[in-house]
């Protein structure tokens, strides 16, 4: 095995580790071991009874961390060890249902795997003019929990940091909490168990756990549009821990005011604390990141002209971070040295840098959703009345999907408001056909070049800005 594999295999273990947990990595992806990089594809291999299990449950998260270190042509393929390998937490067996995050568990326990990502802290965190009184905020919380500001609502667009500063919240009220309760979990996954909670007739317990902590951090509250039964929950559990005074933090792409398809009543109380905006970072505090990447990272020396051209094309935290993984992959891969030619050649994708606007990609103006809709239908040949029909055919789904996803990595509209102008679709069916889209873009190299043709005839003034590196965003 070469340095270069091993220095692949590093970057993407640090993309893994964003991606999941800290106890689900550590037991199911720490006890993977690389056997070789043969180009875009990576070899590794997982003790003999978690290979199927690891090949099945982690397939897309391991696609999407080497996609963000090696490009969207990257695969990882898992085979199996002969023997198990020790690891830490008990790696090499599956762990008892007191050991599984959340996500993972139907029993209704009241006290789960912490899902708080420990490296996520107010330390790591860089501070800017675009997110000091955000930061200001949380902090003033996780020091005085239920006191300061309640409910604390943070908003802004995607990659801008709104979920680290929950997990900064919630570490340092474990550090120094005096043993308050923290519980993490997103709306999807809030949604997901009270589903589960109901159909299994553990209402009561699911009830337990949310109820009986002393923050709680809440991300994602957007997608609560149109969940009748989920949100008259979460209205309830929001009333009874603010009432003992528990401390809520909620995260959101919008104001209270514009999440649509949420009820008046559950908006006033995200606003009757403190609303906060996080904007996209500005170029010093873009900079500012990409030198504490390297320097917490086992990067080496990166030239200061390559962290200045990282730094004045990618337009927020998440693309920043994925950008510097793979230039550095890419220089060590191919043996050259780290130059911003390199980085100019390599990630293209990222197009012209942040506006001066709220625009990530240069100077462009947005597209908008019906122009986007003509170009995808006369590149399918089909027509505009096809891609807003209920038609589910495969000559339909398949152009609409592709449709909705230019229309949400390239104009300014909600997911609501782009479902709405696809035949009154809901915001769900447009993130599953973001996702669908973005999965065959990483995996498919033809629908990879098509997206990419397609979106340089939306903007024919940025040459190479694909949709490749912003389709593996988590938001």
Known sequence: MTQD???????????????????????????????????ATVLVEAPGELRAWVAERFERVLQTSAAAVLGPHATVDVRSGATSRPGPRGAGRRP???????????????????????????????????????????????????????????????????????????????????????RYTTVETFTNEFVAALHGGDIDRFKGRYRHSDVLLIDDVQFLASKVKTEEEFFHTFNALHDMGSQLVLTSDRLPRDLGGVEDRLRERFEAGLVTAIAPPDLPTRFAVLRKLVDQNPFGAVPGDVLEFLAERAPNMRALHGALNRVVAYASLERRPLSADLAAEKLGDLGDGPATGDHPAGTRAPSTIEGIQELVANAFAITTDDLLSASRAARVAWPRQVAMYLAREHTDESLPSIGRKFGGRGHTTVLHACRRTAQRIAADPEVFDFVRRLTEQLHPAVRGHTAAGSSLRHD
């Open 5 to 39: 594999s091993e220095h692949i295999w590093s970057a993407i273990q640090i993309e893994l580790r964003q991606a999941v947990p800290p106890d689900m990595y550590d037991i199911w992806l720490a006890p993977l071991r690389l056997v070789e990089v043969d180009g």
């Open 96 to 182: 008892r249902r007191d050991q599984l995050p959340d996500r993972d568990r139907h029993d209704g326990e009241s006290e789960p795997i912490d899902a708080l990502n420990p490296s996520l802290t107010f330390e790591q965190f860089v501070i800017g003019d675009s997110n000091r009184l955000a930061h200001a905020a949380a902090l003033a919380v996780a020091e005085l929990p239920g006191q300061a500001y309640n409910p604390l609502f943070i908003y802004g667009p995607p990659g801008v940091g709104k979920t680290h500063l929950l997990h900064s919240i919630g570490n340092y009220v474990r550090a120094f909490g005096g043993g308050l309760t923290v």
